[in-house]
C-alpha cells in the first residue's frame, strides 16, 4: 500500500467484476465437461458458488459459514483439504 499504485492489485477483482461476469455467460453458453470445485462464503458476493452451475454440469463445493469472500485467508485449512480431496488422482 505504501507504494505507488499500491492498490491496484487489491480492487482489480472489483474492477473486472463485469467482464468477468459476461465471460461467465458466455462460457455458460457451452458447459464444461470437467468438474469444478466452487466455495463461495456466507457472508461474501452472493452467487459465486452458484454461478459455477451455469458453466458444468459437474460442480462440487458450497457455501462456506462464517466466511467473506477471502476464504483462503478465512478457511485456509478447509479450503486446502478440499483441494486435496478434489484433485487427489
Not at 458458488?49 to 458450497?62: C, F, I, P
Request: a negative charge; proline letters at 6%; one cysteine or more.
Amino acid at each position: 500500500m505504501l507504494q505507488e499504485n499500491g492498490i491496484t492489485g487489491n480492487v482489480g477483482w472489483y474492477r473486472a467484476a463485469f467482464e468477468t461476469s459476461r465471460q461467465i455467460r458466455a462460457i455458460g453458453e457451452q458447459k464444461l465437461s470437467l468438474p469444478v470445485l466452487a466455495y463461495g462464503g456466507q457472508y461474501g458476493l452472493p452467487g459465486t458458488y452458484e454461478q459455477m452451475h451455469l458453466v458444468s454440469h459437474d460442480v462440487t463445493g458450497g457455501i462456506v459459514e462464517h466466511c467473506g469472500h477471502l476464504l483462503p485467508e478465512e478457511a485456509p485449512e478447509f479450503l486446502a483439504t478440499q483441494m486435496l480431496e478434489f484433485f487427489r488422482p
